[in-house]
């Protein structure tokens, strides 16, 4: 169910507050995981089941790990992990045999539904047509979120594999963690050992509602104010035939795209981030200004944190991280981002993206590059970043290899005559313009100025005897209903606002 809609905002979301916080619930995680699974059903109901049978057998791999560890002890497992055979990763452990069954199970499903497609499309068509398989069309729907709700599995395993966590005893409470509605769809992806306190105890004070509430407006406001315009002007670019897109509207469209993923992306997390306040739950930030950054190295530590932790918790430490060869390191870089690319989906398009960033990683690890890049005054390093960064959206935005190039071509100023190209004043009005000066602003941190300057104004208005609360409670509250009206005016008038990574 999409957060920005009029169906989630005056229905559901109210019925979920009343259940939760009506007066003796002592079933609250309960109430949650049946309202997560109905929010999940209601834009999925063909793959429900699917959901259900891998919470349930995530949950028996965990049981599995429980009765083993309580039949070896700890200090016999080490000794076992250490006696050397000619297959040092199974023999002599069986939970490494248990992961390993774990994780195959997970990523065989992720494969199955979300990459059997494209994996065919490599065949001859000749034997697509022997079996009756058509690859352009597809023969699979993936599940809603496949690729979240999988990461969040691995995580359950691997963490109680590595005894960072305990085992979840309750299938309710592991059902809750893997399908919670507010980081379900889209994440921020949270560790299980990060989650699992959460889930026995948290608090819900007033304060934290409040706060929550705040959240998730603003990140509403993001949604419905910023990208949903933006997003018009930049479909409309995209769709332009390549011998029609002149040089100024391709970079506008780029330009438009640019900020709408970021306002999209990081709208969805703040609402997430504010609905777990709403309910207790504290999820892990996911953005902090990633187009401020001055490297790529830095966007990454920026732009979908929790992505980015996931990856190098268990794919890029395991693999021997920062603590092994150069090369080696840039080989671990490499197979970390085409995997980041291929998450995203089974397109060439990411791919190419994921090992886009992950060339400038490597790049900016050598020595020469490196040094020249820290010598830099900053502006440029920005500008550096914000061109490598926005020249990888087109392939993020273009369905193939062949309509990137052609889009490239528009930008490099090769693309259409003058006399064929389309005339900009047909697509800049003055709310596109409007939303591009806004969200330029607002991609940078002055919000975190703002907000020391108010705090600055209440100790001076604590020192004076008057009280801060009084004037600067009330003005908060007075922007986020102003925020949310707005909000519901413009989703009022719209049919058709679906997160980007939604699909993922």
């Known amino acids: 169910m999409i957060f920005s809609s009029i169906a989630f905002l005056f229905y559901f979301l109210p019925l979920v507050l009343l259940l939760h916080y009506f007066p003796g619930n002592r079933f609250r995680n309960a109430t949650l995981l049946v309202l997560s699974l109905i929010a999940y059903a209601y ?147 949270h560790p299980y050992r990060e989650a699992q306190d959460q889930l026995q105890k948290r608090t819900v004070s007033p ?4 706060a929550g509430m705040e959240r998730f407006i603003a990140g509403l406001a993001k949604k419905a104010l910023l990208a949903n315009p933006l997003a018009a002007f930049a479909d ?54 990633p187009y401020v950054s001055r490297s790529i190295r830095e966007f990454w530590r920026r732009w979908h944190i929790s992505l980015s932790n996931w990856f190098r918790d268990y794919l890029y430490i395991p693999l021997g991280g920062n603590r092994c060869s150069p090369l080696r390191q840039q080989r671990n870089l490499v197979v970390v981002f085409f995997l980041c690319g291929l998450w995203h989906g089974a397109s060439w398009n990411f791919v190419i993206w994921g090992l886009w960033h992950g060339a400038f990683l490597i790049l900016e690890r050598t020595s020469i590059a490196g040094s020249t890049l820290n010598r830099l005054w900053p502006p440029l390093r920005h500008l550096y970043v914000l061109l490598v960064v926005m020249l990888s959206w087109v392939f993020f935005r273009c369905d193939t290899p062949a309509q990137s190039v052609k889009f490239f071509t528009a930008l ?74 707005l909000s519901c005016m413009a989703l009022a008038g719209i049919t058709h606002n679906p997160f980007i990574y939604l699909k993922f």
């Open 43 to 189: 834009g999925e109901k063909s793959n429900l089941l699917f959901l259900a049978c891998m919470i349930i057998l995530n949950y028996l791999f965990g049981l599995v790990f429980a009765l083993l560890d309580a039949r070896m002890p700890r200090q016999r497992t080490k000794t076992t992990e250490s006696t050397p055979c000619r297959l040092p990763w199974f023999r002599g452990n069986p939970r490494k045999w248990v992961l390993a069954a774990g994780v195959a199970v997970n990523l065989g499903g992720l494969i199955f539904y979300k990459y059997t497609g494209w994996l065919l499309s490599w065949m001859p068509s000749i034997v697509l047509r022997s079996v009756s398989i058509d690859s352009d069309q597809g023969i699979l729907h993936a599940p809603l979120a496949i690729s979240f709700f999988t990461f969040h599995a691995l995580s359950y395993l691997i963490d109680i594999y590595r005894r960072e966590a305990p085992v979840q005893r309750s299938l309710l409470s592991y059902g809750l963690y893997i399908s919670l509605f507010p980081k379900m769809l889209a994440g921020p992806i």
């Open 207 to 210: 304060e934290l509602f409040l």
């Open 236 to 289: 409309k670019v995209f769709s332009i035939p390549a011998g029609m897109l002149s040089t100024e509207v391709a970079w506008l469209g780029l330009a438009s795209y640019t900020l709408q993923i970021y306002y999209d992306f990081s709208g969805y997390t703040d609402m997430a981030i504010g609905l777990g306040q709403m309910f207790g739950f504290r999820l892990p930030e996911n953005f902090s200004y």
């Open 412 to 485: 490099s100023g090769m693309g259409a005559e003058r006399d064929a190209a389309l005339p900009l004043a047909l697509y800049v009005n003055w709310e596109w313009i409007l939303c591009m000066v806004v969200g330029a602003v607002g991609s940078i941190p002055l919000r975190i100025g703002a907000e020391r300057l108010l705090n600055r104004i209440g100790v001076e208005l604590s020192a004076s005897h008057r009280a801060p609360n009084r004037v600067i409670l009330p003005l908060r509250r007075l922007i986020s209903g102003t925020l949310f009206v």
